[in-house]
């Protein structure tokens, strides 16, 4: 149909290529367990690096993934999502292949303890900010009007100048022109960066995103988790917490000891403020995308 002649060119790749790339899949390539499968890095002949998402069982589950991700991403480009570069079929084979990112997630580089110090202000910031670019263009730009649905650090992947690439549209889920609101009894998303609406009540809208962006947002200044993925006796709860500081006006202190006299502290103010717009309880309080872009770019955002 007429939006499938918008499908950039994917190319198909045999097994054998697939296999020649990855040393026949070997475990010294697998980068990681990814939504459907095992992730390998790859080299192609001509030396351009890729990474290739397997798909490991043909279950219903996995092969719903699959075909999301490979009719939604062939159909987005932007600067901010990761670029698929084709896929192989064959067989019982399903593979997708992609740019490779070198500077692995987000969720390593902020939270890993060996290099979560190595970002600095303007990278956090250039961070923030191309998220917000890419979520707003599959809002908005994409003409498709795609809810991700998944945000989390973890599938914000950064390229070689640390530029963040959003992945993972496996649960990603096309609006109508007229649509707005979904309900799903299929809730599918990361505890923690889901919005209550969409955790309690299947409410899916881009408003969904918009909450899991504030959850990123607070984590990438702050450099701390949205909460314990091990229960010690006092889990973090960085939105409550940000929210408290706030309520003080002691917010720049969600910081701890990483600010010194260079730190743009107005702007990460105001970032924080974003941020909290957006984690706000009921959808119809959060900016939509469009005012997030704006108010990042502005000198003053007032709360609500
Ligand atoms: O944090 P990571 O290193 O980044 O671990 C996960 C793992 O695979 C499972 O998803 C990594 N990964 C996924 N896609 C890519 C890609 N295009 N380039 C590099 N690494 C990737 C992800």
Same mark, same amino acid.
């Given at each position: 149909d007429k939006q499938d002649k918008k499908l950039k060119q994917v190319y198909f790749y045999?097994?054998?290529?697939?296999?020649?790339?990855?040393?026949?899949?070997?475990?010294?390539?697998? $980068?990681?367990?990814?939504? %459907?499968? #095992?992730?390998?890095?790859?080299? /192609?002949?001509?030396? +351009?690096?890729?990474? !290739?998402?397997?798909?490991?069982?043909?279950?219903?589950?996995?092969?719903?993934?699959f075909k999301n991700e490979i009719l939604l991403i062939a159909k987005l480009q932007h600067t901010?999502l990761v670029r698929l570069l084709g896929c192989c079929i064959?067989?019982?084979?399903k593979i997708l292949v992609y740019e490779?990112?070198?500077?692995?997630? $987000?969720?390593?580089?902020? %939270?890993? #303890?060996?290099?979560?110090?190595? /970002?600095?202000?303007? +990278?956090?910031?250039? !961070?923030?900010?191309?998220?917000?670019?890419?979520?707003?263009y599959l809002?908005?730009y994409s003409r498709l009007k795609v809810?991700?649905?998944?945000?989390?650090?973890?599938?914000?992947?950064?390229?070689?100048?640390?530029?963040?690439?959003?992945?993972?549209f496996g649960?990603a889920k096309i609006?109508?022109?007229?649509?707005?609101?979904?309900?799903?009894?299929?809730?599918?998303?990361?505890?923690?960066?889901?919005?209550?609406?969409?955790?309690?009540?299947?409410?899916?809208?881009?408003?969904?995103?918009?909450?899991?962006?504030?959850?990123?947002?607070?984590?990438?200044?702050?450099?701390?988790?949205?909460?314990?993925?091990?229960?010690?006796?006092?889990?973090?709860?960085?939105?409550?917490?940000?929210?408290?500081?706030?309520?003080?006006?002691?917010?720049?202190?969600?910081?701890?000891?990483?600010?010194?006299?260079?730190?743009?502290?107005?702007?990460?103010?105001?970032?924080?403020?974003?941020?909290?717009?957006?984690?706000?309880?009921?959808?119809?309080?959060?900016?939509?995308?469009?005012?997030?872009?704006?108010?990042?770019?502005?000198?003053?955002?007032?709360?609500?």
């Open positions: 045999s097994i054998e290529s697939i296999a020649m790339a990855t040393n026949n899949f070997a475990a010294a390539n697998k $980068l990681g367990e990814g939504g %459907f499968g #095992p992730v390998y890095k790859g080299t /192609l002949p001509g030396g +351009q690096e890729i990474a !290739i998402k397997r798909l490991s069982r043909n279950s219903g589950q996995g092969l719903r993934e901010n064959e067989g019982q084979e490779y990112m070198p500077n692995k997630s $987000l969720d390593f580089s902020l %939270f890993d #303890p060996s290099t979560r110090e190595f /970002l600095n202000w303007t +990278q956090r910031m250039n !961070i923030i900010d191309g998220i917000a670019q890419g979520i707003l809002h908005k809810v991700h649905r998944d945000l989390k650090a973890s599938n914000i992947l950064l390229d070689h100048g640390l530029n963040p690439k959003i992945s993972d649960m609006f109508g022109v007229q649509e707005s609101e979904a309900n799903t009894n299929r809730i599918v998303g990361t505890y923690g960066y889901m919005s209550p609406e969409y955790a309690i009540k299947g409410i899916v809208s881009m408003k969904t995103d918009v909450f899991s962006f504030g959850v990123l947002l607070l984590e990438i200044v702050s450099g701390k988790k949205n909460y314990s993925s091990y229960r010690l006796e006092r889990p973090l709860n960085l939105i409550g917490y940000a929210w408290e500081l706030w309520m003080e006006g002691r917010v720049l202190e969600l910081m701890d000891s990483r600010l010194d006299n260079s730190s743009p502290k107005d702007e990460i103010r105001r970032c924080i403020n974003v941020g909290l717009l957006c984690v706000q309880d009921h959808p119809e309080d959060r900016p939509s995308m469009t005012d997030v872009v704006y108010m990042l770019t502005k000198d003053t955002v007032k709360l609500s």
